[in-house]
Nanobody, 122 residues
C-alpha cells in the first residue's frame, strides 16, 4: 500500500508557474505508474498527466500539453508536476494517484492523496 501526500499548491497570477510534489511512502513506489488529476469547482475530476515506472513515456491531457511537465524521482519516492504558463482555467484541486498499469483512466488509479489547491488569478 502506498500513501501519497501532495504539496506545492498556492495562488499564482496567470502566466506564472508552480511545481507540485507528491511524496509517497512505501517501498513499491517505483512499481506504480503515477498520475496527476484535477477537479475544478462544479466539474468532474479529470486526467492531467501520467508517467510510467521508469519516467518514460509520459502522457498529457491536450489542455496542458506543452505547458505542464510530469517527472519522478524514484530514489526520493516523489512525483512532480511542473506547471508553466498557468491560466485561470487551471484553477482546481490537484491530486496524485498511482496504478500498476499504464493508463490515463482515473478509475484504474488508487491510493489517492488529499489534494493541493491551485488558484490562478487573471
Amino acid at each position: 500500500q502506498v500513501q501519497l501526500v501532495e504539496s506545492g499548491g498556492g495562488l499564482v497570477q496567470a502566466g506564472g508557474s508552480l511545481r507540485l510534489s507528491c511524496a509517497a511512502s512505501g517501498r513499491t513506489f517505483s512499481s506504480y505508474v503515477m498520475g496527476w488529476f484535477r477537479q475544478a469547482p462544479g466539474k468532474e475530476r479529470e486526467f492531467v498527466a501520467a508517467i510510467s515506472w521508469s519516467g518514460d513515456p509520459t502522457y498529457y491531457a491536450d489542455s496542458v500539453k506543452g505547458r505542464f511537465t510530469i517527472s519522478r524521482d524514484n530514489a526520493k519516492n516523489t512525483v512532480y508536476l511542473q506547471m508553466n504558463s498557468l491560466k485561470s482555467e487551471d484553477t482546481a484541486v490537484y491530486y496524485c494517484a498511482g496504478t500498476p498499469v499504464v493508463s490515463t483512466n482515473q478509475k484504474l488509479y488508487g491510493n489517492w492523496g488529499q489534494g493541493t489547491q491551485v488558484t490562478v488569478s487573471s
